[in-house]
């Protein structure tokens, strides 16, 4: 096999990886906002979070060494954990009360954040046309959001907070890379979000029915093979050819929304949406050529 069909099988491995991993964290999203209509957020999160181990196990098992879940930089691990047990604790309310595809796409909006709060934080330099994308975005975002007489729809704000700590959680992930292996910040986040949920046992949670038991462990597998796929898609392929595959879960979640609840989006939601995909896929080929 010659390199450049050694390349084209690579990349076409990488976005099959990048669709399945999105696949696989849409259908997980669906199966949340099944079981938040019986049981409250953290007791979804913290039974979730149990079959999480399962995937995370096989990773574990894959790499034939339980040294990849040492901690290196205790302090970014937990800063990390933190931030990812607020931003899941806001994805799944919103998943609770809102339409799928909404939140889907309201959080397509944490890379923007994440390329606004990345000269403040991170010292990294934005030029002009990245910041103008990053305008257009929120130009979206306030489109999605609708305001009428400055008055907000409250519960879109949801998602928007999740997505601005989603992006928080990831710039703190650029850092831990550089000392800790990705199964090892998969599972002491798993770890603490699962903590975090069993936290709120005394806080009305409902007994655990057999019937949804089988919902509970897809969901925790489906979040672990998701991060999995999305993981080989990066090591197959470049992150600025497989990224604006992730757009297709807005399409999974339209899809979904529409058989299981009957759910369109509005075309408010349509309009912002269009904005902030193509402000997105600007600044990851802006970044792409920066960094390449």
């Known amino acids: 096999m010659t390199t450049e069909a050694q390349t084209a099988r690579s990349n076409a491995l990488g976005i099959i990886f990048m669709l399945a991993g ?20 953290g007791e979804t999160l913290g039974y979730r979070g149990l079959f999480t181990f399962i995937a995370i196990a096989f990773f574990v098992w894959r ?38 595809a909404d939140v889907i796409i309201i959080l397509f909006v944490g890379p923007i954040f994440a390329t606004a709060l990345a000269t403040p934080l991170l010292g990294e330099k934005v030029g002009l046309r990245r910041w103008a994308a990053v305008g257009v975005g929120f130009l ?35 850092g831990l890379h550089k000392t800790e ?14 903590t975090a949920g069993f936290s709120t046992y005394f806080y009305e949670w409902k007994p655990l029915q057999l019937e949804h ?43 979904l929304g529409y058989f299981i609840w009957g759910e369109v989006p509005a075309s408010h939601m349509v309009m912002g949406a269009a904005l902030v995909i193509i402000a997105g896929f600007y600044i990851m080929r802006r970044e792409a050529r920066v960094r390449g």
């Not at 999203?29 to 409250?40: F, G, N, Q, R, S």
């Not at 609708?146 to 907070?161: A, H, K, S």
């Not at 089988?214 to 991060?227: K, Q, R, T």
């Open 22 to 41: 999105g696949l696989c964290i849409t259908v997980q999203d669906a199966i949340t906002k099944l079981l938040t209509e019986v049981y409250p957020v």
């Open 63 to 100: 790499e034939g060494n339980i040294d990849c879940l040492k901690v290196v930089n205790f302090k970014g691990q937990a800063t990390r954990a933190v931030l990812a047990v607020l931003s899941m604790v806001f994805i799944v309310s919103s998943i609770r009360v809102l339409p799928l």
């Open 140 to 174: 979206g975002v306030l489109i999605m959001l609708r305001p009428e007489g400055f008055q907000f729809q409250t519960l879109l704000l949801l998602p928007v907070v999740a997505a601005l700590l989603t992006s928080f959680r990831d710039i703190t992930t650029r």
């Open 181 to 194: 292996t990705t199964i090892s910040i998969l599972f002491w986040t798993t770890v603490a979000v699962t």
């Open 213 to 255: 038991v089988h919902l509970f462990a897809a969901g925790g597998i489906l979040n672990g093979l998701a991060h999995f796929c999305m993981i080989s898609a990066f090591q197959h392929a470049e992150v600025s050819l497989v990224s604006p595959f992730k757009y297709a879960n807005i399409i999974y979640a339209v899809i």
